[in-house]
């Protein structure tokens, strides 16, 4: 059993910054990936970016690369989303999730079965 807590979401103005953070708890893997999704009203949920914590894979969505960085800290169970030059659309839910890998970090949904409650974050225009 592992669990994910968000933490960090907010309201900011167009063009602002925001870092999201998830920590994990709980029985760990000896291999395993973090990733962050995003879901929007409306819209499906999507892929944002995640992390290898043993191969140090990452992956991003191309549409969010130079933007987003996402990175995590060794000294705990944790990753964090650092999100720059945010905008209205970047509006959403945005969730943590883990599950066991070898190598990879996959960017599909149905691959991962642990997930936080997620993290509203606002963007005005």
């Known amino acids: 059993q592992v669990q994910l807590v968000e933490s960090g979401g907010g309201l900011v103005q167009a063009g602002g910054s925001l870092r999201l953070s998830c920590a994990a708890s709980g029985r760990t893997f000896s291999n395993y990936a973090m990733a962050w999704f995003r879901q929007a009203v409306g819209k499906e949920r999507e892929f944002v970016a995640g992390l290898h914590w043993t191969s140090s894979h990452t992956a991003y969505a191309g549409s969010l690369k130079g933007r987003f960085t996402i990175s995590r800290d060794n000294a705990k169970t944790a990753m964090y989303l650092q999100m720059s030059s945010l905008q209205p659309d970047d509006t959403a839910v945005y969730y943590c999730?883990?599950?066991?890998?070898?190598?990879?970090?996959?960017?599909?949904?149905?691959?991962?079965?642990?997930w936080g409650q997620g993290t509203q974050v606002t963007v005005s225009s």
């Open positions: 999730a883990a599950d066991q890998f070898l190598f990879s970090v996959p960017t599909q949904i149905k691959n991962y079965n642990y």
